[in-house]
Antibody, heavy 121, light 108 residues
């Protein structure tokens, strides 16, 4: 079964750090680009970051650039998001999502169940 | 930055047709994808590349894209279609993915 499982969420104080992980199974992880997407409580989806299959290309949303770092370990079938200088507005459910290339564009065809990050004192 | 605008809510009676719009500047030149998200669950891809369906998605879900508006159409709406729906594109000018504001579909 194709699956993504996030972990690492929790409660952290403003200015603190947290590292999220996403474990992939059921597909050849090293062949796919990956993304992080977040959703604040009661709000819509917000794309956070993208990493290509070989880690050669990385993009960030303006809201997290300079504070978050995406990475992957293809040998461990794992995706990561290092989050530093956390702010209250970073409070959200964080999803990892597989980036699948379709004929005309890339879409997120597999999603994890999400992990909650709460930034509060 | 590129902005995608959706109506906050759409209401539809069972068996009728729901149409959800996604407005963006010259969106017709982009490939649009649509996601369904039910409460407490992760999003699910229901339409990719404007109008194609992943395997397992009912034919009742269809899409179109032209000019400044993309549309997700749900035919013969069922109670189980009640969910939030989001459009998405890739903005090549900023190298960012962009999600629409989201539309809550209520089945009356």
């Amino acid at each position: 079964e194709v699956q993504l499982v996030e972990s690492g969420g929790g409660l952290v104080q403003p200015g603190g750090s947290l590292r999220l992980s996403c474990a992939a199974s059921g597909f050849t992880f090293s062949s796919y680009s990956m993304n992080w997407v977040r959703q604040a409580p009661g709000k819509g989806l917000e794309w956070v970051s993208y990493i290509s299959s070989s880690s050669s290309t990385i993009y960030y949303a303006d809201s997290v650039k300079g504070r978050f770092t995406i990475s992957r370990d293809n040998a461990k079938n794992s995706l990561y998001l290092q989050m530093n200088s956390l702010r209250a507005e970073d409070t959200a459910v964080y999803y990892c999502a597989r980036d699948r290339r379709y004929p005309d564009g890339d879409a997120f065809d597999i999603w994890g169940q999400g992990t909650m990050v709460t930034v509060s004192s | 930055s590129y902005v995608l605008t959706q109506p906050p809510s759409v209401s539809v009676a069972p068996g009728k047709t729901a149409r959800i719009t996604c407005g963006g500047n010259n969106i017709g030149s982009k490939s649009v994808h649509w996601y369904q998200q039910k409460p407490g669950q992760a999003p699910v891809l229901v339409v990719y590349d404007d109008s194609d369906r992943p395997s397992g998605i009912p034919e009742r879900f269809s899409g179109s894209n032209s000019g400044n508006t993309a549309t997700l159409t749900i035919s013969r709406v069922e109670a189980g279609d009640e969910a939030d729906y989001y459009c998405q594109v890739w903005d090549s000018s900023s190298d960012h993915y962009v999600f629409g504001t989201g539309t809550k579909v209520t089945v009356l």
